[in-house]
């Protein structure tokens, strides 16, 4: 980058030249090595682009990442596609059904108890069958479903 400076000399006559440097800092630096202090340093700096890259790389990370979250996404939904309606069951298998949920329920340990009946209930509901009744004593876990 050439650079045009203005300064005066000893007897202040103003005087002007040309340098080429790398920068505005750069420029001042080797003038000041000559013994000349500009007044004025003519020219425009160059572009920065340092800063554009390390931009655009973190545009392209990003863009890299959020491609890879809708593949992933996209593959697990896939995943979790409704199942396919469960055949009938027969009046004996719902009997057989019903009473191994009921079993499930009153077996499972206290601490546990809601969230068994809750999720033996949404198995009976998908085979649709009746759900079991709230068992006596059977308080809700708001923070556990």
Known sequence: MTYKYLYQDRE????????????????????????????????DDP?????????AGYAVLLAAI??????????SQADYEPRATLPP???????LFRERAE????????????????????????RGLEPLERPEGLEEEPFLH
């Open 12 to 43: 202040n006559r103003n005087c002007e030249g040309e340098i080429k440097a790398g920068s505005r800092e750069d420029a001042y630096r080797r003038l000041r090595k000559q013994g000349i202090r500009p007044y004025r340093l003519i020219g």
């Open 47 to 55: 572009v920065r682009w340092q800063p554009f890259a390390v931009s």
């Open 66 to 75: 959020v491609a890879l979250a809708v593949m992933r996404g996209s593959k």
């Open 89 to 95: 069951l027969s009046s004996e298998e719902a009997k």
């Open 103 to 126: 079993d499930a329920v009153y077996r499972a340990p206290e601490a546990y108890r809601y969230n068994v009946w809750k999720g033996v209930n949404a198995r009976l509901v998908e």
